[in-house]
């Protein structure tokens, strides 16, 4: 392979805060990027040029083919299908591929796919009526009712925890088809970041992810946990990557649950719980997807010390104008980088930002130190009269 800069153009579907991010990494690697993203002004856009259209929009993506050497995507709601016919009507490669879109989008496939390759996953079942749900319910106890595909940060998710519930739940959640996923009593909450490229594969270290109402506040790097564990962490991210096609970045988040890990969800893209990377990495997850997507060799993905990165989330009641408050004791704060995504309009518990600190293995600070820390900045950052409160109990 021979590169020479400026380099070529990465169109993507998105233009949120993932490929605001990604093209922040592309540009000095001499890479253009072009994204489609229905929001006017969407947060990509300081940082790339914006096509105007729904993220299934055929001819935006069109657009984005005859602007782009290659496509790819920083939001699941992309339609494979569409990739898959623009793909083969303009020769422009697309990465991931469509076929491993296409299966992740589905919860259930997803699933399915792990467990006929041997992969670890928790038990669950199809659901597409009320009595699939009360049967998976007496089968396994509690369970996590699950829409198919377009749930995130909590929504799509109904817990279940008994045979009464069912109805209502199935009825919350918005009916089938849906899948119901056995509660699994873990330890801790895993992610890895994974990436693959030409005939390349590798992973960053495990992190641990604190959640708090099934969104996700802070990682932390190292996870605290031992090292066969992080090991394995690592080696089932390998064997997931094994089964899909297509280059790029994944985000692979694992359940810890007495020394074994097992597969919560997929991410065919940059995932919040890499965003420690970018300052605690020798190579960001989003300086790697574009490297991967277009080809290019990977970079290093040592870790640079232990890092926390913690998510700045909407602490209002209602939708309201955006504007930040407490920046200047992040900026203050040595080793803490601060991250605004550019959202015109805050909502109650929207990710608006993060912050990240990083401390190298010469210094005296511990990963404990640095969660506290970091919970502190992302309680004076504020959106409202205050932050988010105390709520180091609830996070742990």
Same mark, same amino acid.
Not at 6 to 20: A, E, F, S, Y
Not at 205 to 212: F, I, K, R
Not at 227 to 248: F, K, Y
Not at 354 to 366: F, I, Q, W
């Given at each position: 392979?021979?590169?020479?800069?400026?380099?070529?153009?990465?169109? %993507? #579907?998105?233009?949120?805060?993932?490929?605001?991010?990604? @093209?922040?990494?592309? =540009?000095?690697?001499?890479?253009? %990027? #072009?994204?489609?993203?229905?929001?006017?002004?969407?947060? @990509?856009?300081?940082? =790339?040029?914006?096509?105007?259209g729904s993220f299934d929009d055929p001819e935006g993506v069109r657009e984005l083919a005859e602007r782009a050497d290659v496509l790819t995507?920083?939001?699941?709601?992309?339609?494979?299908?569409?990739?898959?016919?623009?793909?083969?009507?303009?020769?422009?490669?697309?990465?991931p591929s469509p076929e491993t879109l296409r299966t992740i989008q589905d919860k259930l496939v997803q699933k399915r796919t792990l467990e006929d390759a041997g992969v670890p996953v928790p038990p669950f079942r199809r659901v597409d009526d009320v009595s699939d749900l009360e049967a998976a319910v007496e089968a396994f106890g509690a369970v996590m009712l699950k829409a198919r595909t377009g749930g995130y940060d909590g929504r799509g998710n109904v817990p279940v925890h008994s045979v009464d519930e069912a109805e209502d739940a199935l009825a919350e959640l918005g009916g089938a088809?849906?899948?119901?996923?056995?509660?699994?009593?873990?330890?801790?909450?895993?992610?890895v970041i994974a990436v693959r490229g030409d005939r390349e594969l590798k992973t960053f270290p495990a992190g641990e992810n604190v959640h708090e109402d099934e969104i996700l506040r802070e990682t932390v790097v190292p996870a605290r946990t031992t090292d066969d564990v992080r090991a394995r962490a690592e080696e089932v991210a390998h064997d997931v990557l094994s089964l899909l096609d297509g280059r790029g970045v994944f985000g692979i988040e694992l359940f810890e649950s007495d020394g074994e890990i097992s597969v919560n969800e997929i991410a065919p893209r940059p995932h919040n719980s890499g965003h420690w990377t970018i300052e605690g990495a020798l190579t960001s997850q989003f300086e790697q997807h574009a490297r991967s997507v277009l080809g290019w060799p990977l970079g290093a993905t040592n870790r640079?010390?232990?890092?926390?990165?913690?998510n700045l989330l909407g602490d209002v009641?209602?939708?309201?104008?955006?504007?930040?408050?407490?920046?200047?004791?992040a900026l203050s704060t040595p080793?803490?980088?601060?991250?605004?995504?550019?959202?015109?309009?805050?909502?109650?518990l929207r990710k608006m930002g993060h912050v990240t600190l990083v401390d190298d293995e010469s210094g005296d600070a511990t990963t404990d130190d640095l969660l506290e820390t970091a919970r502190g900045l992302a309680d004076e950052l504020t959106f409202g009269d205050g932050g988010f409160g105390d709520t180091t109990e609830t996070r742990e």
């Amino acid at each position: 392979m021979t590169l020479t800069l400026p380099g070529p153009t990465i169109g %993507v #579907v998105g233009g949120g805060q993932l490929g605001r991010m990604l @093209a922040e990494a592309a =540009a000095p690697l001499g890479v253009d %990027v #072009v994204v489609l993203d229905p929001t006017p002004d969407c947060p @990509a856009s300081v940082v =790339a040029e914006q096509v105007d259209g729904s993220f299934d929009d055929p001819e935006g993506v069109r657009e984005l083919a005859e602007r782009a050497d290659v496509l790819t995507f920083e939001i699941e709601l992309a339609d494979p299908d569409v990739l898959e016919s623009v793909r083969d009507e303009y020769g422009v490669a697309v990465h991931p591929s469509p076929e491993t879109l296409r299966t992740i989008q589905d919860k259930l496939v997803q699933k399915r796919t792990l467990e006929d390759a041997g992969v670890p996953v928790p038990p669950f079942r199809r659901v597409d009526d009320v009595s699939d749900l009360e049967a998976a319910v007496e089968a396994f106890g509690a369970v996590m009712l699950k829409a198919r595909t377009g749930g995130y940060d909590g929504r799509g998710n109904v817990p279940v925890h008994s045979v009464d519930e069912a109805e209502d739940a199935l009825a919350e959640l918005g009916g089938a088809p849906a899948m119901a996923e056995s509660f699994v009593e873990f330890e801790r909450e895993l992610s890895v970041i994974a990436v693959r490229g030409d005939r390349e594969l590798k992973t960053f270290p495990a992190g641990e992810n604190v959640h708090e109402d099934e969104i996700l506040r802070e990682t932390v790097v190292p996870a605290r946990t031992t090292d066969d564990v992080r090991a394995r962490a690592e080696e089932v991210a390998h064997d997931v990557l094994s089964l899909l096609d297509g280059r790029g970045v994944f985000g692979i988040e694992l359940f810890e649950s007495d020394g074994e890990i097992s597969v919560n969800e997929i991410a065919p893209r940059p995932h919040n719980s890499g965003h420690w990377t970018i300052e605690g990495a020798l190579t960001s997850q989003f300086e790697q997807h574009a490297r991967s997507v277009l080809g290019w060799p990977l970079g290093a993905t040592n870790r640079r010390g232990v890092a926390v990165s913690a998510n700045l989330l909407g602490d209002v009641d209602e939708s309201q104008p955006a504007e930040l408050r407490g920046v200047e004791t992040a900026l203050s704060t040595p080793g803490a980088s601060l991250h605004w995504y550019g959202k015109h309009e805050v909502r109650p518990l929207r990710k608006m930002g993060h912050v990240t600190l990083v401390d190298d293995e010469s210094g005296d600070a511990t990963t404990d130190d640095l969660l506290e820390t970091a919970r502190g900045l992302a309680d004076e950052l504020t959106f409202g009269d205050g932050g988010f409160g105390d709520t180091t109990e609830t996070r742990e």
